[in-house]
């Protein structure tokens, strides 16, 4: 994305980038704040759950490695990928992991991706049924934004954990859009869940 801060109502000012802003966002990652005292059910609260389902495909493999140049032959060549220990051919991991943000940003449109941890524990193989999974741990109001520590999961078969971690975004707002089920590439488990 390239901006033109000439065109822009302010001119452009370095020093903004000074600004202890990220120093603070990782000192956020401990804060346990509760969210909005609204009990709307479209709005975001800590502990509220939102799901994807994804089924990558040899497709999925081949854009992804186009677009980022990624041609690792354990992608692509099934007989590397059984030498080097796995029963087929491997998804990227990091192409797995791009459940998240699209769980986020699908229902928070505007929302700005601040920092994602990931832990890769079990390979994905085509075919997989993958469940991307996002649960608010922390939120936090700044101005007129939220920052919120997400917990980051993918399961495999419902059970299986294939990536841990955590995500930290800005959000512009704690409502949630709903989202359209009717993708051919994911489904929507609803607008939230709790996790008992």
Sequence with gaps: MRFDFKTMAKPFDATVMRRPFWNSVSSLMYCSSSASSSS????????????????FSTSDIAGYSKLTHDS????????????AGFADIPVPGMLVATLFPRIIASHFPGA???KQTLDFRSPVFVGDN???QVQASNIRQMKQKYMVKFVTTCFKD??????GGEAMAMLPTLAMKQVDNHSSE??????????H
């Design 186 to 195: 994911s489904k929507d488990f609803g607008s939230r869940t709790k996790l």
């Design 72 to 83: 690792n032959p354990l992608h692509f060549d099934s007989e590397r990928a059984r030498n």
């Design 158 to 163: 419902g059970e299986i954990i294939v990536i």
């Design 130 to 132: 993958i469940i991307g």
């Design 40 to 55: 709307a059910m479209n709005v975001l609260k800590t502990g509220d759950v939102l799901k994807q389902a994804r089924i």
């Design 112 to 114: 700005i991706y601040v």
